[in-house]
């Protein structure tokens, strides 16, 4: 067993050491008053809670510097966490008895010192002229999409949900339906600027402190705050064919998924731009929050039937862009690709979106739910990397065995694959080792008095893929142990602690992800 580590300055006493020593530099955007605390106590998961003696509000990134400087160098060094949309569901962004570092408050500043999303170019020794986007940590994807937009330019890799700040991703990795194609939001990152666990400020890329650059990126917040990152570019599409095609039988499935994703270079204008799989369970509605009205109302019923005939229909997700210059053949092209595919006969559906309202889709179920109160529930979340060679018997023992007898999946289940090739390995995310590997995602959002229910069939889940040998990766990670945590990171075990020790030696970052902050009942 395993019990949580705390910091060892009571609430009390840490909150009077900050308030007392570090007002002459922070001053005012230093708080511990309850609304403050109570804000930095929680986050989308509703799950967990855990106060801080304070949070900062900065200014400028020389405020979260000092503040990490301050804490290296009391006599009992405290935890600092930064939080961008509070967007975990374990946490990971909190600070038991430290500081919070609420990163939103940057960008009511930015604007007085520059902006906080630049759109600039640069041409190579090779006389390439290539693009990007210099982007403040605590910017929202949403954000960075609309200001690159006007430039007639688009980053190319995306989360599901854009409300989440460029930090958090790149700290987790970032993935979506396009990942397959161009690797998850840090493999395409140029360069960044850090705040390191020693407070100190350094640019770093592939060529410059390239350590650093690749502990950060995937790092879950361990060994820096990124205060910017630069972010690759290329020309934005201006709309998007969108299809799902549904299925019975899970290999055929599997095995169409896999066959569409072989086709993944970058610039093959022959490639779909996105993938991905759901699934379909009860026998309600089969739209759900994350793409209402995407089938039409006439054929509700005859999904419906088919849900209730085989237990679980699998919906293939797929989409290809396009501009005025491609407009004339993208549907020669979707076609060539969907050709041979085994789904439902009769069962396919399209519509065609806009770029912005396909990669914005999952707002309108956001904003309907907030409506509703329906929004700031708990989110028991279990995400995972699933081997490919090892997926079929994912799916006999948990989709067919665990979710169907349990029967209490509430929102999206996701499950699709992608490519290793667009991962780098010397990055500290990890991801299964062989060349096709896919996201499994329960994505429940709950009642308060139901979660625990949940947590009993994602521990039911987590404790079957080890008895059947299966070497699961969980994204979004949550250990109890430091055990957990080196088979999570496996052989690049030493590595993360050589880097923890290299850029915050005295383990002030993140506790939240409790990576280092775990104290082994013996």
């Given at each position: 067993?395993a019990?949580?580590?705390?910091?060892?300055?009571?609430?009390?006493l840490?909150?009077?050491?900050?308030?007392?020593?570090?007002?002459?530099?922070?001053?005012?955007?230093?708080?511990?008053?309850?609304?403050?605390i109570?804000?930095?106590?929680?986050?989308?998961?509703?799950?967990?809670?855990?106060?801080?003696?304070?949070?900062?509000?900065?200014?400028?990134?020389?405020?979260?510097?000092?503040?990490i400087?301050?804490?290296?160098?009391v006599?009992?060094?405290f935890?600092?966490?930064?939080?961008?949309?509070?967007?975990?569901?374990?946490g990971?962004?909190?600070?038991?008895?430290?500081?919070?570092?609420?990163?939103?408050?940057?960008?009511?500043?930015?604007?007085?010192?520059?902006?906080?999303?630049?759109?600039?170019?640069?041409?190579?020794?090779?006389?390439?002229?290539?693009h990007?986007?210099?982007?403040?940590?605590?910017?929202?994807?949403?954000?960075?999409?609309?200001?690159?937009?006007?430039?007639?330019?688009?980053?190319?890799?995306?989360?599901?949900?854009?409300?989440?700040?460029?930090?958090?991703?790149?700290?987790?990795?970032?993935?979506s339906g396009?990942?397959?194609?161009?690797?998850?939001?840090?493999?395409?990152?140029?360069?960044m600027?850090?705040?390191?666990?020693?407070?100190?400020?350094?640019?770093?890329?592939?060529?410059?402190?390239?350590?650093?650059?690749?502990?950060?990126?995937?790092?879950?917040?361990?060994?820096?705050?990124?205060?910017?990152?630069?972010?690759?570019?290329?020309?934005?599409?201006?709309?998007?064919?969108?299809?799902?095609?549904?299925?019975?039988?899970?290999?055929?499935?599997?095995r169409?998924?896999?066959?569409?994703?072989?086709?993944?270079?970058?610039?093959?204008?022959?490639?779909?731009?996105?993938?991905?799989?759901?699934?379909?369970?009860?026998?309600?509605?089969?739209?759900?929050?994350?793409a209402?009205?995407?089938?039409?109302?006439?054929?509700?019923?005859?999904?419906?039937?088919?849900?209730?005939?085989?237990?679980?229909?699998?919906?293939?997700?797929?989409?290809?862009?396009?501009?005025?210059?491609?407009?004339?053949?993208?549907?020669?092209?979707?076609?060539?690709?969907?050709?041979?595919?085994?789904?439902?006969?009769?069962?396919?559906?399209?519509?065609?979106?806009?770029?912005?309202?396909?990669?914005?889709?999952?707002?309108?179920?956001?904003?309907?739910?907030?409506s509703?109160?329906?929004?700031?529930?708990?989110?028991?979340?279990?995400?995972?990397?699933?081997?490919?060679?090892?997926?079929?018997?994912?799916?006999?023992?948990?989709?067919?065995?665990?979710?169907?007898?349990k029967n209490?999946?509430?929102?999206?289940?996701?499950?699709?694959?992608?490519?290793?090739?667009?991962?780098d390995?010397?990055?500290?995310?990890?991801?299964?080792?062989?060349?096709?590997?896919?996201?499994?995602?329960?994505?429940?959002?709950?009642?308060?008095?139901?979660?625990?229910?949940?947590?009993?069939?994602?521990?039911?889940?987590?404790?079957?893929?080890?008895?059947?040998?299966?070497?699961?990766?969980?994204?979004?990670?949550n250990?109890?142990?430091?055990?957990?945590?080196?088979?999570?990171?496996?052989?690049?075990?030493?590595i993360?602690?050589?880097?923890?020790?290299?850029?915050?030696?005295?383990?002030?970052?993140?506790?939240?992800?409790?990576?280092?902050?775990?104290?082994?009942?013996?």
């Open positions: 067993m019990e949580k580590y705390s910091p060892l300055i009571p609430t009390l840490i909150a009077t050491v900050i308030m007392n020593r570090l007002i002459s530099t922070v001053g005012y955007k230093l708080r511990d008053d309850p609304e403050a109570r804000l930095a106590s929680t986050d989308y998961g509703h799950i967990l809670s855990e106060n801080p003696a304070a949070v900062l509000y900065p200014s400028s990134i020389n405020d979260i510097s000092s503040l400087k301050f804490a290296n160098n006599s009992v060094p935890g600092v966490a930064a939080k961008g949309q509070g967007h975990s569901t374990r990971q962004a909190m600070a038991r008895n430290g500081v919070v570092v609420e990163m939103s408050s940057l960008r009511n500043h930015r604007g007085q010192h520059g902006s906080g999303i630049q759109v600039l170019s640069s041409t190579n020794i090779n006389d390439v002229t290539f990007y986007a210099d982007v403040g940590g605590e910017q929202l994807w949403v954000d960075v999409l609309h200001a690159t937009l006007k430039h007639g330019l688009s980053p190319v890799s995306w989360t599901d949900y854009l409300y989440l700040t460029v930090g958090g991703t790149l700290s987790n990795a970032g993935i396009q990942t397959f194609r161009f690797g998850p939001q840090i493999s395409n990152v140029y360069e600027d850090v705040v390191t666990g020693e407070g100190d400020f350094v640019t770093c890329s592939p060529n410059k402190n390239a350590e650093l650059f690749y502990a950060v990126l995937g790092g879950l917040g361990q060994f820096g705050i990124i205060s910017r990152a630069r972010i690759a570019l290329e020309p934005a599409p201006k709309r998007v064919r969108w299809v799902r095609m549904l299925y019975s039988d899970f290999s055929a499935f599997s169409d998924q896999e066959r569409l994703i072989s086709i993944n270079g970058r610039q093959q204008s022959n490639a779909l731009d996105y993938l991905e799989g759901t699934l379909l369970i009860h026998q309600g509605p089969p739209d759900n929050w994350r209402s009205s995407f089938f039409p109302q006439s054929s509700h019923k005859r999904i419906i039937s088919q849900v209730t005939k085989n237990g679980i229909i699998y919906c293939l997700e797929v989409a290809k862009y396009y501009d005025h210059h491609t407009e004339t053949t993208v549907d020669k092209e979707l076609g060539i690709l969907l050709k041979g595919l085994n789904y439902l006969p009769g069962f396919m559906f399209g519509n065609d979106v806009s770029y912005v309202e396909f990669l914005n889709r999952v707002r309108t179920g956001e904003l309907n739910l907030q509703q109160g329906l929004w700031d529930v708990p989110h028991p979340w279990l995400n995972m990397f699933i081997p490919k060679s090892r997926i079929s018997d994912f799916d006999l023992g948990v989709f067919k065995d665990i979710v169907l007898k209490i999946t509430t929102g999206p289940v996701l499950i699709y694959p992608m490519n290793r090739s667009k991962w390995e010397r990055m500290s995310a990890v991801v299964p080792e062989e060349d096709v590997f896919y996201t499994v995602g329960f994505l429940h959002a709950t009642g308060f008095d139901e979660w625990e229910a949940f947590e009993e069939q994602n521990k039911e889940i987590l404790e079957f893929c080890v008895r059947a040998g299966i070497d699961v990766k969980q994204y979004l990670p250990y109890k142990t430091q055990k957990g945590w080196m088979s999570h990171f496996g052989s690049k075990w030493k993360i602690q050589k880097r923890k020790a290299l850029f915050d030696p005295k383990r002030i970052l993140s506790p939240g992800q409790r990576i280092f902050h775990i104290k082994e009942k013996i």
